[in-house]
């Protein structure tokens, strides 16, 4: 049975070693235990003002006491109370000492811990930071994008006949037009086993009603739970390795936190845990600085409030920016070539998007390789980075994304090598049909190449259906007999978020 949860061992690993210039809590203390006082302050810091109790009470140990850092007791007190006030056992166990080594203090001073309580400790932490149950249903006018048409996926040939069940926990866009376009594949479990392309595929052949704001309809952020059942299959969380990160979890384990959470957002009721508890685990290891969960916590944030301005999720996006995810690079690149972008946000974009590149992320890669081939702007456009990428977006991951085919065939036309981006662009447009979206750009693209050009554009954007909207799925029904998926299942027009819970 140890192949069906090696899936959680090692991501729960992975995330422990952290990522190359991602402030991490483990290095964090480890550095100060070895008195490298010089290496721990600033990712101390960091996590600190993330909310992490445990960096908030050593930081605030090293400031009081000048380890490091020049001495401060009021500012050192007022961090050690606020990780009293995060929930920190030392904070907690001395936090009476502390208010009356504070109230002794000099009055002027005094001010300094005040400051850092209101703004760090948890009444601080809530308003500017940390997502509270006012971010998570904060518009009255709002309603979530629900299901039209429901295709059920095929499970791998390889785990049918193993007898292996799996989940696969997507992001993807849901248009006005009520087709899902950017799927992401944020966790697949057992890991490698091949359930995320099926899954994926299952959702772009779906059909959803698009949210509405205020009676308008809107694009919409959303996560889904894509569940491979076998008849007869073992369940997927009944070893003793679930039960060791599980531990490690409850012992403030970042790595084994956000493995949990994000297993437990597709399959809560396995680790006999709540939604909000499975939210909690996330939201700890981005607080002790886990990048993915960083990104995640700011998507979750910006699906939840649609009507509210993204200041919280900004925040957490810059976070996981600086601890080099590659997903947040790709999404801050855009946000900064939107409009009129500066020469200095043209190098910032261009400089994110070649470590996305460079990263192990196939959606990041995919989108940061398309963006750095037809990008409008010369100072970010890099043909030689885009041509050394080909291959790799062509031959990994998403193939049942049109968008793969596209970045394949932009970066073939850039190279100069136009028979190749016909191909693949007829690939794409193939695909896309499939789907039901709006081709006509991809249409332009396509002639473009068969005229031996190359394109300069938007290569992300996908124009909606016009009204009336997409045709009817030409894919079976389904047989409630329980027929061979993959088929289309007519459902009930309800929320995504009720018929399937978002997780953390």
């Given amino acids: 049975m140890r192949f069906r949860i090696a899936w959680l ?19 964090a203390l480890d550095n100060y235990q070895k008195k490298d006082f010089a290496a721990a302050l600033p990712e101390l810091r960091e996590l600190a003002e993330l909310g992490e109790p445990r960096a908030q009470f ?17 500012t050192g007190h007022g961090w050690m109370l606020a990780a009293a006030e995060n929930g920190s056992k030392d904070g907690i166990g001395q936090a009476d000492t502390l208010r009356a080594n504070l109230a002794a203090i000099p009055a002027e001073q005094r001010p300094k811990a005040d400051d850092v309580l209101k703004r760090y400790g948890a009444g601080g932490l809530a308003q500017q930071l940390l997502p509270t149950p006012k971010d998570l249903n904060p518009c009255p006018n709002l ?30 866009t849901i248009g006005v037009d009520g087709l899902a376009r950017e799927i992401e594949a944020l966790a697949e479990f057992p890991k490698g086993k091949g359930f995320a ?46 039960r060791h990160v ?56 910006v699906s939840s409030a649609p009507c509210m ?41 261009k400089r994110l998007l070649v470590a996305a590149a460079h990263s192990d ?20 456009r890099d043909l030689a980075i885009a041509a050394s990428f080909r291959q790799k977006v062509k031959t990994k991951d998403y193939e049942e994304d049109p968008q793969t085919w596209e970045t394949v065939a932009a970066v073939s036309a850039a190279g100069g090598e136009f028979a190749e981006a016909v191909r693949s662009q007829h690939k794409a447009i193939r695909l896309a049909e499939t789907y039901r ?36 799925n030409t894919m079976r029904r389904c047989n409630p007999n329980g027929p061979t998926p993959p088929c289309m299942l007519e459902v009930p027009p309800r929320s995504v978020a009720a018929a399937v819970k978002p997780g953390p």
């Fill in 58 to 74: 050593v930081f605030g140990h090293m400031v009081a006491f000048g380890e490091g850092v020049p001495a401060d007791l009021a």
């Fill in 197 to 242: 392309d099926p899954a994926m595929e299952a959702v772009f052949r779906s059909r959803f009603r698009p949210a509405e704001l205020n009676g308008r309809q809107i694009e919409s952020l959303n996560r889904l739970r894509v569940h491979f059942r076998i008849t007869g299959g073992v369940g997927l969380w009944n070893d003793s390795a679930v």
């Fill in 361 to 380: 992320s196939v959606f990041a890669m995919r989108h940061a390789v398309g963006i750095l081939a037809t990008a409008p702007a010369e100072n970010v």
């Fill in 246 to 301: 599980m531990a490690l979890a409850e012992d403030g384990d970042p790595g084994a936190e956000f493995a949990i959470g994000m297993a437990a957002a597709a399959d809560a009721k396995a680790f006999r845990l709540t939604e909000e508890r499975a939210r909690s685990y996330v939201l700890k290891a981005a607080q002790a600085g886990n990048p993915r969960a960083q990104y995640f916590i700011a998507q979750f944030l």
């Fill in 437 to 472: 979206w709006n081709t006509g750009e991809m249409a332009d693209r396509l002639a473009a190449y068969s005229a031996n050009h190359a394109w300069i554009g938007d290569l992300l954007h996908v124009p909606p259906v016009p009204a009336p909207g997409p045709g009817p």
């Fill in 143 to 172: 309603r979530g994008a629900g299901q039209a048409e429901s295709v059920i996926p095929e499970a791998p040939v390889a785990t049918r006949r193993a007898g292996q069940d799996g989940d696969v926990f997507l992001q993807f």
């Fill in 309 to 349: 301005e993204p200041v919280k999720a900004q925040r957490w996006l810059d976070v996981a920016v600086r601890s080099a995810e590659p997903a947040a690079q790709v999404h801050r690149a855009r946000q900064l070539l939107r409009g009129n972008p500066s020469a200095d946000d043209q190098v910032e974009a």
């Fill in 9 to 27: 061992t090692a991501m729960a690993a992975t995330i422990i070693c952290g990522r190359a210039g991602a402030a991490d809590l483990g290095t």
